[in-house]
Protein backbone atom coordinates (compact mmCIF):
# COMPACT_ATOMS: atom_id res chain seq x y z
CA UNK A 1 0.00 0.00 0.00
CA UNK A 2 1.51 3.68 -0.59
CA UNK A 3 0.54 6.73 1.56
CA UNK A 4 -2.55 8.62 0.57
CA UNK A 5 -1.66 12.38 -0.96
CA UNK A 6 -0.07 14.91 1.11
CA UNK A 7 2.09 18.15 0.47
CA UNK A 8 5.40 18.08 0.99
CA UNK A 9 7.10 20.98 2.64
CA UNK A 10 11.02 20.97 3.14
CA UNK A 11 11.11 23.77 5.49
CA UNK A 12 14.99 25.75 5.42
CA UNK A 13 14.38 26.90 8.72
CA UNK A 14 12.38 26.38 12.17
CA UNK A 15 10.45 29.45 11.54
CA UNK A 16 9.55 27.92 8.62
CA UNK A 17 8.51 24.69 9.89
CA UNK A 18 6.26 26.32 12.38
CA UNK A 19 4.55 28.06 9.63
CA UNK A 20 3.99 25.65 7.62
CA UNK A 21 2.83 22.68 11.30
CA UNK A 22 -0.66 23.81 11.06
CA UNK A 23 -4.12 21.54 10.46
CA UNK A 24 -3.27 18.06 9.67
CA UNK A 25 0.65 18.37 9.43
CA UNK A 26 3.16 15.74 10.21
CA UNK A 27 6.64 16.37 11.06
CA UNK A 28 9.55 13.98 8.94
CA UNK A 29 12.20 13.90 10.90
CA UNK A 30 14.14 10.21 10.03
CA UNK A 31 11.05 8.72 8.85
CA UNK A 32 11.78 5.32 10.98
CA UNK A 33 8.48 5.59 12.96
CA UNK A 34 6.18 8.36 10.16
CA UNK A 35 6.81 6.25 6.95
CA UNK A 36 5.47 2.92 8.04
CA UNK A 37 2.49 4.23 9.36
CA UNK A 38 1.94 6.97 5.99
CA UNK A 39 2.22 4.09 3.70
CA UNK A 40 -0.30 1.44 6.04
CA UNK A 41 -2.54 4.44 6.30
CA UNK A 42 -2.74 5.09 9.58
CA UNK A 43 -2.28 8.52 9.34
CA UNK A 44 -2.96 10.76 6.64
CA UNK A 45 -1.90 14.14 7.10
CA UNK A 46 -2.54 16.97 4.97
CA UNK A 47 1.22 17.95 4.89
CA UNK A 48 4.36 16.39 5.52
CA UNK A 49 6.92 18.35 7.17
CA UNK A 50 10.88 17.87 6.14
CA UNK A 51 12.77 18.85 8.85
CA UNK A 52 16.49 17.17 7.92
CA UNK A 53 17.50 20.78 6.62
CA UNK A 54 17.20 22.20 10.07
CA UNK A 55 20.04 23.02 11.98
CA UNK A 56 19.42 21.08 14.81
CA UNK A 57 21.83 18.56 14.52
CA UNK A 58 24.14 19.44 17.79
CA UNK A 59 25.29 17.44 20.47
CA UNK A 60 27.61 19.31 23.32
CA UNK A 61 27.64 20.36 26.87
CA UNK A 62 26.16 23.70 28.68
CA UNK A 63 26.44 23.92 32.46
CA UNK A 64 25.90 21.00 34.36
CA UNK A 65 23.23 19.63 31.00
CA UNK A 66 24.21 17.65 27.76
CA UNK A 67 22.01 19.11 25.20
CA UNK A 68 21.11 17.25 22.21
CA UNK A 69 19.60 18.73 19.05
CA UNK A 70 16.38 16.98 17.99
CA UNK A 71 17.92 15.82 14.53
CA UNK A 72 20.98 13.93 16.54
CA UNK A 73 20.50 10.35 15.44
CA UNK A 74 20.36 7.27 17.36
CA UNK A 75 23.87 6.12 16.24
CA UNK A 76 25.06 9.38 16.71
CA UNK A 77 24.32 9.45 20.64
CA UNK A 78 25.37 5.14 20.46
CA UNK A 79 28.81 6.30 19.55
CA UNK A 80 29.69 9.97 21.22
CA UNK A 81 32.34 9.76 23.91
CA UNK A 82 30.61 12.71 25.02
CA UNK A 83 27.40 10.88 25.28
CA UNK A 84 29.13 8.05 26.78
CA UNK A 85 31.20 10.22 29.43
CA UNK A 86 27.67 12.36 30.49
CA UNK A 87 24.65 10.21 29.87
CA UNK A 88 26.34 6.41 29.45
CA UNK A 89 22.72 5.34 30.34
CA UNK A 90 21.57 7.15 27.62
CA UNK A 91 24.49 6.23 24.76
CA UNK A 92 23.75 1.88 26.04
CA UNK A 93 19.80 2.78 25.75
CA UNK A 94 20.19 3.20 22.29
CA UNK A 95 21.98 0.61 21.27
CA UNK A 96 19.14 -0.80 21.46
CA UNK A 97 17.07 0.41 19.07
CA UNK A 98 16.73 -1.17 16.09
CA UNK A 99 19.15 -2.01 14.62
CA UNK A 100 22.05 0.04 12.82
CA UNK A 101 20.09 1.00 10.10
CA UNK A 102 17.13 2.40 11.65
CA UNK A 103 19.45 3.79 14.02
CA UNK A 104 21.59 5.07 11.54
CA UNK A 105 18.53 7.14 10.60
CA UNK A 106 16.17 7.63 13.69
CA UNK A 107 16.24 11.04 15.45
CA UNK A 108 16.57 12.14 19.18
CA UNK A 109 13.57 14.10 18.30
CA UNK A 110 11.55 11.84 16.59
CA UNK A 111 11.69 9.03 18.91
CA UNK A 112 10.68 11.85 22.18
CA UNK A 113 7.84 13.04 19.70
CA UNK A 114 7.14 9.57 18.90
CA UNK A 115 5.43 8.49 22.23
CA UNK A 116 6.14 4.99 21.69
CA UNK A 117 5.50 3.48 25.25
CA UNK A 118 7.58 0.55 24.72
CA UNK A 119 10.71 2.78 23.31
CA UNK A 120 14.06 3.22 25.04
CA UNK A 121 14.53 6.77 24.95
CA UNK A 122 11.25 7.83 26.47
CA UNK A 123 11.88 5.81 29.35
CA UNK A 124 15.24 7.06 29.76
CA UNK A 125 14.82 10.92 29.62
CA UNK A 126 11.56 10.24 32.14
CA UNK A 127 14.47 8.16 34.20
CA UNK A 128 16.97 10.85 34.28
CA UNK A 129 14.92 14.21 34.75
CA UNK A 130 15.09 15.21 31.00
CA UNK A 131 13.57 19.08 30.08
CA UNK A 132 12.36 18.88 26.53
CA UNK A 133 12.47 22.49 24.09
CA UNK A 134 9.97 23.31 22.54
CA UNK A 135 9.08 26.28 19.75
CA UNK A 136 5.80 26.97 18.65
CA UNK A 137 3.52 29.96 17.91
CA UNK A 138 3.92 31.09 21.86
CA UNK A 139 7.10 31.05 21.32
CA UNK A 140 9.60 28.66 23.29
CA UNK A 141 8.97 26.74 26.26
CA UNK A 142 10.53 23.99 28.47
CA UNK A 143 8.37 20.70 29.22
CA UNK A 144 10.24 18.10 32.01
CA UNK A 145 9.79 14.49 30.81
CA UNK A 146 7.61 13.50 33.69
CA UNK A 147 4.73 15.60 31.81
CA UNK A 148 5.56 15.40 28.20
CA UNK A 149 4.40 11.81 27.72
CA UNK A 150 0.63 11.89 28.02
CA UNK A 151 -0.44 8.84 26.65
CA UNK A 152 0.86 6.13 23.55
CA UNK A 153 1.86 8.33 20.98
CA UNK A 154 0.36 11.55 22.64
CA UNK A 155 2.99 14.30 23.86
CA UNK A 156 2.07 17.20 25.40
CA UNK A 157 3.22 19.64 22.22
CA UNK A 158 0.41 21.63 21.22
CA UNK A 159 -0.46 22.08 17.64
CA UNK A 160 1.76 23.62 15.78
CA UNK A 161 4.66 22.95 18.00
CA UNK A 162 8.29 21.68 17.24
CA UNK A 163 10.19 20.06 19.70
CA UNK A 164 13.74 21.32 19.04
CA UNK A 165 16.29 19.42 21.74
CA UNK A 166 16.43 17.67 24.61
CA UNK A 167 18.27 18.40 27.81
CA UNK A 168 19.78 15.97 30.22
CA UNK A 169 21.08 16.75 33.58
CA UNK A 170 24.49 15.82 34.51
CA UNK A 171 24.55 12.39 37.16
CA UNK A 172 25.93 12.47 40.27
CA UNK A 173 29.45 11.29 40.28
CA UNK A 174 29.34 7.15 41.39
CA UNK A 175 26.25 6.52 39.51
CA UNK A 176 25.98 3.30 38.13
CA UNK A 177 23.42 2.55 35.29
CA UNK A 178 21.69 -0.84 33.31
CA UNK A 179 19.54 -1.42 30.91
CA UNK A 180 17.23 -4.45 30.40
CA UNK A 181 15.17 -5.61 27.68
CA UNK A 182 13.08 -8.19 26.84
CA UNK A 183 11.41 -8.41 23.08
CA UNK A 184 10.32 -11.54 21.25
CA UNK A 185 12.71 -10.67 18.73
CA UNK A 186 16.16 -9.05 18.73
CA UNK A 187 15.80 -5.26 18.96
CA UNK A 188 12.47 -5.21 18.70
CA UNK A 189 10.43 -2.97 20.39
CA UNK A 190 10.22 -3.77 24.11
CA UNK A 191 7.52 -6.47 25.79
CA UNK A 192 9.24 -4.50 28.74
CA UNK A 193 12.26 -2.75 29.31
CA UNK A 194 13.77 -0.97 32.32
CA UNK A 195 16.11 1.73 33.01
CA UNK A 196 18.15 2.57 35.98
CA UNK A 197 20.65 4.45 37.31
CA UNK A 198 21.98 4.20 40.39
CA UNK A 199 24.41 6.29 42.87
CA UNK A 200 26.30 4.44 45.90
CA UNK A 201 28.60 6.29 48.74
CA UNK A 202 30.08 4.92 51.65
CA UNK A 203 27.82 1.83 51.08
CA UNK A 204 24.70 3.36 50.66
CA UNK A 205 22.75 4.18 47.97
CA UNK A 206 21.93 8.13 48.01
CA UNK A 207 19.61 8.59 44.88
CA UNK A 208 17.93 6.02 42.41
CA UNK A 209 16.63 6.31 39.05
CA UNK A 210 14.40 3.60 37.49
CA UNK A 211 11.99 3.54 34.63
CA UNK A 212 9.91 1.14 33.04
CA UNK A 213 8.96 0.91 29.23
CA UNK A 214 6.14 -1.49 27.64
CA UNK A 215 4.06 -1.82 30.88
CA UNK A 216 1.79 1.35 30.71
CA UNK A 217 0.29 3.84 28.58
CA UNK A 218 3.60 5.90 28.97
CA UNK A 219 6.64 5.24 30.65
CA UNK A 220 6.09 4.30 33.65
CA UNK A 221 8.33 6.36 36.80
CA UNK A 222 8.48 3.54 39.47
CA UNK A 223 9.34 6.43 42.55
CA UNK A 224 8.29 4.00 45.27
CA UNK A 225 10.75 1.91 43.93
CA UNK A 226 13.36 4.74 44.15
CA UNK A 227 12.56 5.74 47.59
CA UNK A 228 13.01 1.86 48.91
CA UNK A 229 16.84 2.06 47.89
CA UNK A 230 17.92 5.15 48.93
CA UNK A 231 18.77 5.75 52.35
CA UNK A 232 19.51 1.41 52.28
CA UNK A 233 22.43 -0.91 51.68
CA UNK A 234 22.44 -2.10 47.89
CA UNK A 235 21.83 -5.18 49.20
CA UNK A 236 19.43 -8.67 47.82
CA UNK A 237 16.61 -7.57 49.72
CA UNK A 238 15.94 -4.15 48.97
CA UNK A 239 16.48 -4.99 45.38
CA UNK A 240 13.68 -7.30 45.87
CA UNK A 241 11.89 -4.84 47.42
CA UNK A 242 12.41 -2.43 44.93
CA UNK A 243 11.48 -4.34 42.17
CA UNK A 244 8.09 -5.47 43.59
CA UNK A 245 7.83 -1.62 43.91
CA UNK A 246 8.46 -0.99 40.52
CA UNK A 247 5.97 -3.68 39.41
CA UNK A 248 2.96 -3.04 41.56
CA UNK A 249 3.60 1.26 39.79
CA UNK A 250 2.84 -0.16 36.34
CA UNK A 251 -0.22 -0.61 34.39
CA UNK A 252 0.68 -2.71 31.33
CA UNK A 253 -1.42 -3.59 28.57
CA UNK A 254 -3.05 -7.08 27.68
CA UNK A 255 -3.22 -7.31 23.99
CA UNK A 256 -1.94 -9.99 21.33
CA UNK A 257 2.12 -9.62 22.33
CA UNK A 258 1.91 -10.10 25.80
CA UNK A 259 -0.62 -10.82 28.82
CA UNK A 260 -0.86 -7.31 31.32
CA UNK A 261 -0.08 -10.16 34.26
CA UNK A 262 2.99 -11.17 32.44
CA UNK A 263 4.05 -7.93 31.07
CA UNK A 264 3.91 -6.77 34.91
CA UNK A 265 6.21 -9.94 36.34
CA UNK A 266 8.46 -9.15 33.89
CA UNK A 267 8.63 -5.83 34.96
CA UNK A 268 9.99 -7.12 38.68
CA UNK A 269 12.39 -9.48 36.91
CA UNK A 270 13.61 -7.29 34.68
CA UNK A 271 14.35 -4.23 37.27
CA UNK A 272 16.12 -6.72 39.86
CA UNK A 273 18.24 -7.58 36.72
CA UNK A 274 18.87 -4.08 36.01
CA UNK A 275 19.85 -3.41 39.52
CA UNK A 276 21.96 -6.18 39.92
CA UNK A 277 23.42 -4.92 36.87
CA UNK A 278 23.89 -1.68 37.94
CA UNK A 279 25.19 -2.18 41.07
CA UNK A 280 27.38 -4.78 40.49
CA UNK A 281 30.00 -6.04 42.92
CA UNK A 282 28.44 -3.28 45.43
CA UNK A 283 25.10 -5.47 46.08
CA UNK A 284 25.76 -6.80 49.84
CA UNK A 285 24.07 -9.98 51.15
Given amino acids: MKA????????????????ALSGGARVLAGGQ????????????????????????????????????????????????PLVRRRA?????AMSHV???????????????????????????CVALDATFGVRGPGGPREIPARDFFLGPHRTALAPGELLVEVRLPRPPPRSRHAVVKLSR???DLALVAVVACVT???????????????????????????ALLVGRAPGHHAVAEAADAAADATDPPDDRHAPAAYRREMAAVLTRRALRGALGQVVAP
Fill in 4 to 19: APFDYVRAATVEEALS
Fill in 33 to 80: SLVPLLNQRLVRPTTVVDVNRLDLDHLHESGSDLVLGALVRHRQVETS
Fill in 88 to 92: PLLAE
Fill in 98 to 124: GHVSVRNLGTVGGSAAHADPAAELPAV
Fill in 185 to 187: RHN
Fill in 200 to 226: VRDGVVTRARIAVAGAGPTPVRAGAAE
